[in-house]
T-cell receptor
Framework: SQQGEEDPQALSIQEGENATMNCSYK?????LQWYRQNSGRGLVHLIL?????REKHSGRLRVTLDTSKKSSSLLITASRAADTASYFCATDAASGSRLTFGEGTQLTVNP | DVKVTQSSRYLVKRTGEKVFLECVQDMDHENMFWYRQDPGLGLRLIYF???????EKGDIPEGYSVSREKKERFSLILESASTNQTSMYLCASSLNRVHGYTFGSGTRLTVV
């Protein structure tokens, strides 16, 4: 079952702009994670935010989590062409035992 | 850094063949996972394992089996390959539930 759903499905921006991607989920979670996937490659773990955290930063990445709305957002600041990739949220459900991934947001950063 | 190695980047197999996809991790992770990724369907969990010789079905186990004889190796087996198993297969490992997954580079399997 698909727990997380990303929005938008695709996003195209210019270099230097900020990119915001959203994720909604259905059930209670232990944590939520964001991953990046370059075309034809495996996923790379970016950041994990626990259910008792509201915001987390890592370099140019900022993740927020609103458990009351069952949603999260990933902000990439000052985007670069190299940020072009698909971004996935994944939820570790409180009642489950593994991650469930959404279908991803395809981000294109134009030079 | 943890490394997860999938034995093949690209594979072409014939319908009905038995196919083995191998995955090896080098950081003593307990947990290992096999996903398949298809356009419009995202990543779907096939099987996972939390210990040697242990396996649990994921969301789409039909047509697949797995083997985990050693902690570092988790193999996915397509008993009799079919064209609807053409997909990108991704292996992942993790230390525990509060750490992220480390993925391999993927194996793009085409069944003809």
């Amino acid at each position: 079952s698909q727990q997380g759903e990303e929005d938008p499905q695709a996003l195209s921006i210019q270099e230097g702009e900020n990119a915001t991607m959203n994720c909604s989920y259905k059930t209670s979670i232990n944590n939520l994670q964001w991953y990046r996937q370059n075309s034809g490659r495996g996923l790379v773990h970016l950041i994990l935010i626990r259910s008792n955290e509201r915001e987390k930063h890592s370099g140019r990445l900022r993740v927020t989590l609103d458990t009351s709305k069952k949603s999260s957002s990933l902000l990439i600041t000052a985007s670069r062409a190299a940020d072009t990739a698909s971004y996935f949220c994944a939820t570790d459900a409180a009642s489950g035992s593994r991650l469930t991934f959404g279908e991803g947001t395809q981000l294109t950063v134009n030079p | 850094d943890v490394k997860v190695t999938q034995s093949s980047r690209y594979l072409v197999k014939r319908t009905g063949e038995k196919v083995f996809l191998e995955c090896v991790q080098d950081m003593d992770h307990e947990n290992m996972f096999w996903y398949r990724q298809d356009p419009g369907l995202g990543l779907r969990l096939i099987y996972f394992s939390y210990d040697v010789k242990m396996k649990e079905k994921g969301d789409i186990p039909e047509g697949y089996s797995v083997s985990r004889e050693k902690k570092e190796r988790f193999s996915l087996i397509l008993e009799s390959a079919s064209t609807n198993q053409t997909s990108m297969y991704l292996c992942a490992s993790s230390l525990n539930r509060v750490h992220g997954y480390t993925f391999g580079s993927g194996t793009r399997l085409t069944v003809v």
